[in-house]
């Protein structure tokens, strides 16, 4: 097995051995293993180092940002740079008092990049979340009353 990589060799031996035994195969743990490992060894060794090869290309060469879904919890104060109001009132005053979010009804996206130095982080809004805000379901509730 590769040297150094025992840990990640044996992971891989030991999920084979598993897999064979669900199938039904009958003979012992410790003989399928012994099987498997005299039979597979150089291919054992090959998937763990094209594992390590991909890991390394998900996480240094390729990869440079990671995505992650956004959503607004509820109370949050509505942000129109990071979110947006699903049933948006276009005459809306902006002077009023900061509204809280009641839920989120569509998910966004933001993508987090290090920085050139690499000591730090970007973070830029892909997609907007959308999301209702309380003062709606106040509204929503006031009308239901007066029906």
């Given at each position: 097995m590769i040297d150094g990589n025992q840990d990640l060799?044996?992971?891989?031996?030991?999920?084979?051995?598993?897999?064979?035994?669900?199938?039904?195969?009958?003979?012992?743990?410790?003989?399928?293993?012994?099987?498997?490992?005299?039979?597979?060894?150089?291919?054992?060794?090959?998937?763990?180092?094209?594992?390590?090869?991909?890991?390394?290309?998900?996480?240094?060469?390729?990869?440079?940002?990671?995505?992650?879904?956004?959503?607004?919890?509820?109370?949050?104060?509505?942000?129109?740079?990071?979110?947006?109001?699903?049933?948006?009132?276009?005459?809306?005053?902006?002077t009023q008092e900061p509204e809280g979010v009641l839920c989120t009804t569509d998910l966004g996206l933001i993508r987090h990049e290090k920085t050139t130095g690499g000591d730090g982080w970007q973070n830029t809004i892909l997609i907007k979340p959308k999301i209702v805000l309380q003062s709606k379901l106040d509204a929503i509730i006031a009308s239901d009353d007066e029906n």
């Open positions: 060799a044996m992971f891989f031996l030991d999920a084979f051995v598993n897999i064979l035994i669900t199938a039904g195969v009958k003979d012992g743990r410790e003989r399928i293993c012994e099987e498997i490992e005299s039979r597979f060894s150089s291919e054992i060794e090959n998937i763990v180092k094209k594992s390590q090869e991909l890991n390394k290309a998900i996480g240094e060469d390729v990869t440079s940002c990671e995505l992650e879904i956004l959503y607004m919890e509820p109370d949050h104060v509505f942000d129109e740079s990071i979110m947006e109001d699903t049933f948006q009132d276009q005459t809306k005053d902006t």
